[in-house]
Structure formats: C-alpha cells, structure tokens
C-alpha cells in the first residue's frame, strides 16, 4: 500500500493536474504551486521528527504545510494529534500535517483543497466553489418559457454572472403570472452566442435541466415578498435559506 506521502502526490497529480517542483537540490521538498499565480498552496518534506515533536526521536517523516486563512479553523486544526501549526512557514497561516497515518488520507485530501482555494486566483476560486442555489427571471413577453418546458426539459438560456455547472436555478416567470415556476439544474455554461437587438445582449448560454414544476399559485411574488423577504428579481440573486427549504 503507498505511503501518504506517495498518495499526496498522486492526489494532487490526479485532483489539480499539477505535478510536484523540487526547487532546492535533490527531491526531498517538493513544492506545488499555481500556474496562473505561482503561489504555493502545498509544501511536502521529509524532515527529523525532532523538528516537528521537539523531544521525538523517531528519526526521518513526511510532513505536509497547507494554508488554513481561517483562524477558527487554524486553531481547531492544530489541537488535533498529528496537525501542528506550520514549520518553517507562518504559523498563523499555516499548518503542518504529519505523514505517519495519524491523520485519515480523506482528511489531509480536504485541507489540500483548502489551501489550494485560498490561495488560488479568483476565477478559479469561483469555478471550483460549491453549488449554489439562485433566482432567474424570465420575461414571458419575450420568451414563452412554459411552452419551451412543455416540450423538452432541457433548454438553453442566458447566462447569469456568477452561475457555474451544477448549480441549481428556479425560474421565476415574470407577470402576468409573477411566480417561481420551475426548477432546474445547470447542465452546461458558456456556450457561445452572439444576440444583440440594441436592448439586450447576450455572449454566453447555459443548458438547464428541468427537474420540478411548482403551480402558479405556489410561489407567488406577493408570497417571495411577504414570507422571504425577496422585493424584486431583476436579475439572477441567491436563493434565502428559509425559501430553499420550502422550495
């Protein structure tokens, strides 16, 4: 079976598509960095457990320093056996994970992805995000988005700013019906378009998958304003928690 020190490697190579830099002589310190930023969001070691457990003579271990920006976290992190604050780099920013079992490969694989988002450029950042809920509009003036939906549950649609792959999207129809009416999952995003009639412009679509159907009356905007506290939707906005329950 690999050592974790092996696997951290093969995570990394696997999960970001980035290889280990040896920028010291010989490979005992790896490096993984971004490309866009060059910014490291890991430091692999092999170094005396001395150095890490002052008193501990268990000769030479693998170590890991990951970048944890949250201080709760930090703190939180550094009580666990086999997580210290960071050696050689700054401990409040900083941890060191010790590569002796101690800590389950799922854990460590976790905090990886911690430091990688922390110190990766933004537009990454926002593509690696989690999902997240929102509220479209749409104007049945324009677009007969219910009779679109009666014939095929997947359609293309103008992409909102900030919406990624996976994400899920309620489409409120606007008056005279003024309610949320369907649900969807994102499919696809930033297929190519080019529409511009002096009034609108779009650049980019989205696929979205139909995946429920409300009734007219259920999610009414007097309802969204009353119950939720959502006073208008103008463009794509996040979904309250207490209406997502509900939705």
């Known amino acids: 079976m690999p050592n974790q020190h092996d696997q951290v490697i093969k995570h990394i190579k696997q999960t970001y598509s980035i290889s280990p830099d040896y920028p010291w002589d010989g490979n005992e310190h790896a490096v993984f960095r971004h490309e866009e930023n060059n910014?490291?969001?890991a430091l692999l070691m092999r170094v005396?457990?001395?150095k890490l457990c002052p008193g501990d003579k268990g000769g030479i271990v693998s170590a890991l320093n990951l970048k944890i920006p949250d201080p709760v976290l930090h703190d939180i992190l550094t009580q666990e056996e086999g997580i210290i604050p960071s050696y050689h780099m700054n401990k409040r920013h900083w941890i060191t994970v010790i590569l002796d079992g101690t800590v389950s490969c799922d854990e460590i694989f976790g905090l990886i992805k911690v430091s990688y988002m922390a110190t990766a450029p933004a537009a990454r950042r926002h593509k690696m995000r989690d999902p997240k809920e929102w509220i479209v509009p749409a104007n049945p003036k324009y677009y007969d988005v219910i009779g679109a939906f009666d014939k095929s549950k997947e359609i293309n649609w103008k992409q909102g700013a900030g919406i990624n792959t996976g994400d899920t999207v309620f489409i409120y129809v606007?008056?005279?019906v003024s309610a949320v009416m369907f649900k969807c999952k994102v499919e696809e995003t930033d297929i190519p378009y080019d529409f511009d009639n002096g009034?609108?412009?779009?650049r980019s679509l989205m696929?979205?998958?139909?995946?429920?159907?409300?009734k007219p009356d259920e999610f009414t905007f007097e309802r969204l304003k009353s119950e939720f506290g959502i006073n208008a939707?103008?463009?794509p906005r996040g979904v309250p928690y207490s209406l997502s329950e509900r939705l």
């Not at 009034?199 to 779009?202: A, C, E, F």
């Not at 696929?207 to 409300?214: A, F, H, S, T």
Request: charged share 40%.
């Open 48 to 50: 005396g457990r001395d």
């Open 207 to 214: 696929k979205i998958r139909l995946i429920k159907k409300y």
């Open 233 to 235: 939707i103008r463009g």
């Open 199 to 202: 009034k609108l412009q779009i």
């Open 39 to 41: 910014k490291w969001f």
């Open 174 to 176: 606007g008056a005279p």
